[in-house]
């Protein structure tokens, strides 16, 4: 059966009008939506004391959820194509602005932020006076009249 490319829009995304990327679909989305969370707990733990390295992988760990979750309920509900590809195609723009637009300024301003405290830290202990504990001034005792 022959169709224009637009058909395939209106039809519902299962095995059979889809039989190529179905498949490939739902198990990616399973496992990408597992890796994400394993991600994200292991590199919690790891980066625990780095705020905006979090925040990054909290995005990505939400976006995974929502993108990949809604590819599974779309292969299991038969929803039409025009759903699935808003998402697949929306799903990789938004990571791609996640990790490369909105990301590594933020990160730059943290990484020149940690590096000035480094500095200042050094150089407040780099005088050897700095690290020799001053003694308070001998207090003169007055006689009481």
């Not at 808003?86 to 943290?110: D, K, M």
Request: without cysteine; aromatic residues 20%; proline residues 5%.
């Amino acid at each position: 059966m022959n169709r224009a490319p637009w058909e395939y829009l209106f039809i519902s995304f299962n095995s059979t009008n889809f039989a190529p990327i179905y498949d490939i679909t739902w198990k990616f989305a399973i496992a990408m939506l597992v890796l994400a969370i394993v991600f994200y707990n292991f590199q919690g733990r790891r980066l625990h004391n780095y705020a905006v390295f979090l925040d990054l992988n909290e995005w990505l760990l939400w976006t995974s959820v929502g993108v990949f979750s809604l590819l599974l309920l779309y292969s299991l509900f038969l929803f039409d194509f025009i759903f699935v590809l808003p998402t697949i195609v929306g799903g990789a723009i938004l990571y791609l602005w996640i990790r490369f637009w909105h990301f590594p300024p933020l990160i730059r301003a943290y990484e020149e932020r940690l590096a000035r405290q480094r500095y200042f830290q050094r150089s407040k202990t780099a005088h050897p006076e700095a690290t020799i504990r001053k003694r308070p001034a001998a207090t003169t005792k007055r006689r009481r009249r």
